[in-house]
């Protein structure tokens, strides 16, 4: 272990013990400020991709060291800051049939830091108990040990919250009634855990438990969901409205959440009043397109992201293609620190230009 990962982990090991996982903007400043900062600098040695772009970004509006690398490059390039021989794991960014994909490289430490941190934030959500859980997707899915994608990633990184984990789809995605009666019955006096993509969830899950909602007990449930939501716009079914249609089931909690196969682990989760937090593993802006200039809160923009977890490639800082809204900070009537936002969807399909045409392909 070289003495630069030393000075990382030191410093992420103090932030892992932090009492609060959603300080105040003042309590979580030093800490998390001062990582991202050092990851700029060990980008920047060893990286030559970031290297070049920080040097040709100069002093101009692009900002690639306050908004990060443009989340397509990880599409065009091998962003690694390590040796290849050091990777254990490359993680594929979900697509359609045909579509490029973001190819994300860890090494050991990167993707235990990533579990770690992940763990850390599901500990503050659920408590320390695992509960039994019900995955909305196939068996299938979660077996690629290598190269795998983000259901795959998402799956695998969360069913370590689980006990007697149980697959509610068949491999070709059809509803299994039987597994889903045999695990709501097997728990039906206990907490449990729900998790999948918010897309199947709806076209494959919730369509066929409504059907069951006479024999089968919901009482106890916590849905966990995330991604696909633009698999599902052509039927006009807001976040809100999804939430109720569960909670009239009976089940008790809904949860969405908020994060990228580029910075797996340091997840945004839902809170209770419907908005996404950031917390001490991370970070938002959000900025006008046009001028790269941070939009106040309360108005619509680009989201840009920040993570301390990503150490083996760039992934530190990226420049989204969604758009979001920070609400405020510190002030959310949950209760909870950090900036709390929404996200309200994706650019249209024309490129960002500028960050990207720093690389000659």
């Known amino acids: 272990m070289n003495q630069s990962y030393v000075e990382y982990e030191t410093i992420l090991n103090s932030i892992l013990a932090a009492e609060s996982l959603y300080p105040t903007h003042h309590q979580k400043l030093d800490l998390t400020c001062k990582l991202t900062g050092y990851l700029d600098d060990w980008h920047f040695s060893n990286n030559s ?103 795959t990633a998402g799956i695998r990184g969360f069913s370590i919250f689980g006990k007697d984990v149980h697959f509610a789809l068949r491999e070709n995605l059809d509803f299994n009634k039987d597994v889903v009666v045999d695990f709501f019955t097997k728990y039906k006096d206990q907490p449990k855990l729900l998790f999948g993509f918010t897309f199947l969830i709806w076209q494959k899950f919730f369509k066929n438990i409504e059907k069951l909602e006479d024999t089968v007990n919901f009482e106890g449930s916590t849905i966990l969901h995330g991604g696909g939501w633009k698999k599902i716009e052509s039927e006009k079914i807001s976040k809100n409205e999804f939430k109720k249609y569960f909670l009239d089931l009976s089940f008790k909690n809904v949860h969405d959440y908020y994060g990228m196969v580029e910075q797996t682990g ?95 392909l």
């Open 266 to 360: 340091s997840i945004f989760i839902e809170c209770e009043k419907g908005y996404f937090h950031s917390n001490i593993f991370n970070n938002i802006k959000v900025i006008d397109p046009l001028n790269f200039k941070e939009k106040k809160y309360g108005e619509a923009g680009l989201v840009s992201l920040e993570s301390i977890a990503p150490f083996s490639y760039p992934g530190h800082r990226i420049l989204t293609e969604d758009i979001g809204m920070i609400i405020g900070e510190d002030t959310c009537s949950c209760g909870r620190g950090g900036k709390y936002f929404e996200i309200n969807g994706r650019l249209p399909k024309s490129e960002i230009r500028g960050c990207s045409n720093v690389i000659q």
């Open 49 to 151: 991709d970031y290297r070049n772009m920080v040097l040709s970004d100069g002093n101009n509006a692009l900002g690639i060291r306050s908004f990060g690398i443009p989340v397509r490059l990880f599409k065009q390039r091998d962003l690694m800051s390590v040796s290849r021989n050091q990777i254990v794991k490359t993680m594929l960014s979900s697509g359609t049939t045909g579509q490029q994909k973001a190819k994300i490289y860890l090494d050991k430490n990167t993707a235990r830091n990533q579990s770690l941190i992940l763990s850390r934030i599901m500990s503050d959500l659920l408590g320390s108990k695992r509960l039994p859980m019900l995955i909305i997707d196939s068996e299938r899915i979660a077996k690629d040990r290598t190269v795998f994608s983000a259901r």
